[in-house]
Antibody, heavy 115, light 105 residues
Framework: QVQLQESGPGLVKPSETLSLTCTVS????????WSWIRQPPGKGLEWIGY???????NYSPSLKSRVTISVDTSKKQFSLKLSSVTAADTAVYYC??????????WGQGTLVTVS | EIVMTQSPATLSVSPGERATLSCRAS??????LAWYQQKPGQAPRLLIY???TRATGIPARFSGSGSGTDFTLTISSLQPEDFAVYFC????????FGGGTKVEI
């Protein structure tokens, strides 16, 4: 069974870059696409983007100009960078496996506050 | 962007009762629709994909139906552990989620 764990700073200053890493265990990193999803406090879910182990990416059009997702297959990790953050980017950020359209496995989530 | 609208926002039911949740897409998503359950402080869990196929390990009391723009998640007999927020998600064109329905006692 795939297990995912997010890590990174819980507090980011406005205009700076949010950086998170997700560590994958329990399966090969080539078995899925790997995605980031966020959820502002008390609100719904927003897909940010995904990456394949080959480095192929796909980003949400609404965030594309500020998002970079990368993968390190040797460490079984993938990472999110979101630039020029504002208070609107405060959210719980989840990493998840993505295959055939759905998110099968999720990390526990990490709250990132922009302040 | 395809907008997903869920109703009602909150559904109050008693244990053992049937719950019916709706999800409407702003344009057809064929059957590329999934449902997730989220409990407080937890990550979402995949329940249904392809509009009607239960994910691995999901009890038979959860069922999904619909195609095109209108979808339904039915919980046939609510158990105490089913009280949660439910999100629909379309993967026909990009990936978008509904705002959620909270199922409460």
């Amino acid at each position: 069974q795939v297990q995912l764990q997010e890590s990174g700073p819980g507090l980011v200053k406005p205009s700076e870059t949010l950086s998170l890493t997700c560590t994958v265990s329990g399966d090969s990193i080539s078995s899925y696409y790997w995605s980031w999803i966020r959820q502002p406090p008390g609100k719904g879910l927003e897909w940010i983007g995904y990456i394949y182990y080959s480095g192929t990416t796909n980003y949400s059009p609404s965030l594309k100009s500020r998002v970079t997702i990368s993968v390190d297959t040797s460490k079984k990790q993938f990472s999110l960078k979101l630039s020029s953050v504002t208070a609107a980017d405060t959210a719980v950020y989840y990493c998840a496996s993505y295959r055939r359209g759905t998110f099968d496995y999720w990390g526990q989530g990490t709250l990132v506050t922009v302040s | 962007e395809i907008v997903m609208t869920q109703s009602p926002a909150t559904l109050s039911v008693s244990p053992g009762e049937r719950a019916t949740l709706s999800c409407r897409a702003s344009q057809s998503v064929s059957s590329k629709l999934a449902w997730y359950q989220q409990k407080p402080g937890q990550a979402p869990r995949l329940l249904i994909y392809g509009a009607s196929t239960r994910a691995t390990g999901i009890p038979a009391r959860f069922s999904g139906s619909g195609s095109g723009t209108d979808f339904t998640l039915t919980i046939s007999s609510l158990q105490p552990e089913d009280f949660a927020v439910y999100f629909c998600h379309q993967y026909y064109d990009w990936l978008t989620f509904g705002g959620g329905t909270k199922v409460e006692i």
